[in-house]
């Protein structure tokens, strides 16, 4: 059974940093691309970043790029997202998962960690 564990949110102020860790179980991590999704409230999941299996190629939305870094540890099967210079419109849950899958479905193998931006 798939089980990806996200932690590391929080409340910030705007400008702050925050780093999200997923730890995957139940599937051979280090064979998977995987991505990092949000879902704002209200609002329909978007995609934020993926990183290829062997952590060598990284991909990131404009809304994030240069602010944002992914990576990944196969070792410890774990996926992580550095969060920088935090704004209020990075509000969101966010959630990891196999880059194969649609954006729809993450949210359906952990419950995800809730990152608020706010002064």
């Known amino acids: 059974e798939v089980q990806l564990v996200e932690s590391g949110g929080g409340l910030v102020q705007p400008g702050g940093s925050l780093r999200l860790s997923c730890v995957a179980s139940?599937?051979?991590?280090?064979?998977?691309?995987m991505s990092w999704v949000r879902q704002a409230p209200g609002k329909g999941p978007e995609w934020v970043s993926a990183?290829?299996?062997?952590?060598?190629?990284?991909f990131y939305a404009d809304s994030v790029k240069g602010r944002f870094t992914i990576s990944r540890d196969n070792t410890k099967n774990t996926l992580y997202l550095q969060m920088n210079s935090l704004k209020p419109e990075d509000t969101a849950v966010y959630y990891c998962?196999?880059?194969?899958?649609?954006?729809?479905?993450?949210?359906?193998w952990g419950q995800g960690t809730q990152v608020t931006v706010s002064s």
């Open positions: 998962g196999p880059r194969s899958r649609p954006i729809t479905e993450f949210g359906s």
């Open positions: 139940g599937f051979t991590f280090r064979n998977y691309d």
């Open positions: 990183i290829d299996s062997r952590g060598s190629s990284t």
